[in-house]
């Protein structure tokens, strides 16, 4: 089966900078990457996502990227704030077999003001 | 707009005691999910399901059951909890299946 490996587990950055994680897959049949943020006692929730036939993808301050020979892909927060503090969650799946996510262990984001 | 509502929030189980996480949600959505979170090691998805009458299992499916009698509810059972069932639960839904999920906001369960 599937398997994502997400780095790093913690990231610590001063309010401004850039934060970036990378993830990598080991399925070549995965062709769709979500990123979740999970803010202290609450669910996941979706901030952007990526299929394979893009290699690219930008909303705002966010943005993914998606190398699938090498099998990552990485996603970038620009001028970071203290709200983007969170755990952060990379996720793989395919449109066929097993079709749920399998998810990274994790990369803790703190936003130092 | 509830979206997906777990019940219970918190429980504490003894050694071999059994009980149910119930899930519900109202977005006519077919596929349904049960992932649990162990700290630093993400989530691990427990059983799933891609429409009523229909359940699969997932990466670590042993220890628990699921059923699927209708759209709306995915009710994930423990018999006979262990200590290693201890983490916290999640229940999501999809529309499809490469699609957002929608989390609920999780059930902690401590096996004591």
């Known amino acids: 089966g599937e398997n994502v490996e997400q780095h790093p587990s913690t990231l610590s950055v001063q309010e401004g900078d850039s934060a970036v994680i990378k993830c990598t897959y080991s399925?070549?049949?995965?062709?769709?990457f979500p990123w979740y943020k999970q803010e202290l006692g609450k669910g996941p929730q979706l901030i952007i996502d990526?299929?394979?036939?893009?290699g690219e993808k930008k909303d705002q301050r966010i943005a993914v990227t998606l190398n699938k020979t090498a099998k990552h892909f990485s996603l970038h927060i620009t001028e970071t704030q203290p709200e983007d503090s969170a755990v952060y969650f990379c996720?793989?799946?395919?449109?066929?077999?097993?079709?749920?996510?399998?998810f990274g262990s994790g990369t803790r984001l703190q936003v130092q003001p | 707009n509830a979206g997906v509502t777990q019940t219970p929030k918190f429980r504490i189980l003894k050694i071999g005691q059994s009980m149910t996480l119930q899930c519900a949600q109202d977005?006519?959505?077919?596929?349904m999910y049960w992932y649990r979170q162990d700290p630093g090691m993400g989530l691990k998805l427990i059983y799933y399901?891609?429409?009523?009458?229909?359940?699969d299992k997932g990466e670590v499916p042993n220890g628990y059951n699921v059923s699927r009698s209708t759209t709306e509810d995915f009710p994930l059972r423990l018999e006979l909890a262990a200590p290693s069932q201890t983490s916290v639960y999640f229940c999501?839904?999809?529309?499809?299946?490469?699609?957002?999920?929608?989390f609920g906001e999780g059930s902690r369960l401590t096996v004591l």
């Open positions: 399925d070549s049949a995965s062709n769709y």
């Open positions: 999501a839904s999809s529309k499809q299946g490469s699609g957002e999920l929608f």
């Open positions: 977005m006519n959505h077919n596929y």
């Open positions: 996720a793989a799946s395919s449109d066929t077999g097993r079709r749920a996510l399998t």
């Open positions: 990526i299929r394979s036939n893009v």
């Open positions: 399901s891609v429409g009523a009458g229909i359940t």
